[in-house]
């Protein structure tokens, strides 16, 4: 069992690692709003990974084949909402650059990027891999368990890609450069909705 946590915890870590529109996502809020509404969307993304970890290590091999068949339309569905949250970034940002509204409570980033992790179809086809590899046994217990440690892998990287957006709003002052960096990510993330959407059809 400690070997399967341990190899649970380093398949949430790599989840995590992938430079990826969520990875950006976070990158992008940490430094346009500050360390917790950051961290709040950092949570928002493991969570997303504890529910599908809880789900594909208790029945995946129920669940994932059936969701494989249908992967044309979850990849269509998941990059037209990358572009649309892309689009609203910029969105955002342009708004920002006339006035200056108050940005979003730190704990309203937690529910969209938990949303948007969801909808990712790369992670289905990571956890169809990984599923087999595990001693699951139809045990609850040890899912659970094998599940949780791949939400503590996955945190841990969230979390570190908050404090270095936070890093570099503190490393570049003022709200010319924060923009500009949001303004990244957002191009960043609409660039995956649309290499998703092209490679859907």
Do not use: E
């Not at 980033?109 to 139809?138: D, E, H, R, S, W």
């Amino acid at each position: 069992m400690s070997g399967a946590f341990l190899k649970s915890v380093a398949f949430g870590f790599a989840i995590a690692a992938s430079i990826g529109p969520i990875a950006l996502l976070i990158i992008s809020t940490a430094v346009s709003h500050g360390l917790r509404p950051g961290c709040y969307a950092a949570f928002g993304a493991a969570l997303a990974d504890l529910f599908y970890a809880l789900l594909a290590f208790s029945a995946g091999a129920l669940i994932l084949p059936r969701l494989a068949t249908h992967a044309t339309a979850i990849r269509t569905a998941a990059a037209l909402i990358l572009i649309g949250f892309a689009i609203y970034m910029m969105f955002r940002s342009a708004v920002a650059q006339g006035g200056n509204p108050a940005g979003p409570r730190a704990a309203g980033m937690l529910l969209p990027t938990f949303l948007l992790t969801l909808v990712n179809p790369v992670i289905l086809v990571i956890f169809a891999g990984f599923v087999p590899q595990l001693p699951l046994a139809g045990s609850l217990t040890t899912a659970a368990g094998l599940a949780f440690g791949l939400f503590f892998g996955s945190l841990s990287v969230q979390l570190a890609l908050a404090v270095t957006g936070s890093h570099l709003r503190a490393a570049l002052p003022g709200r010319g450069w924060r923009r500009r960096i949001s303004l990244a990510g957002a191009a960043g993330i609409l660039a995956f909705g649309l290499i998703g959407l092209f490679s859907s059809t």
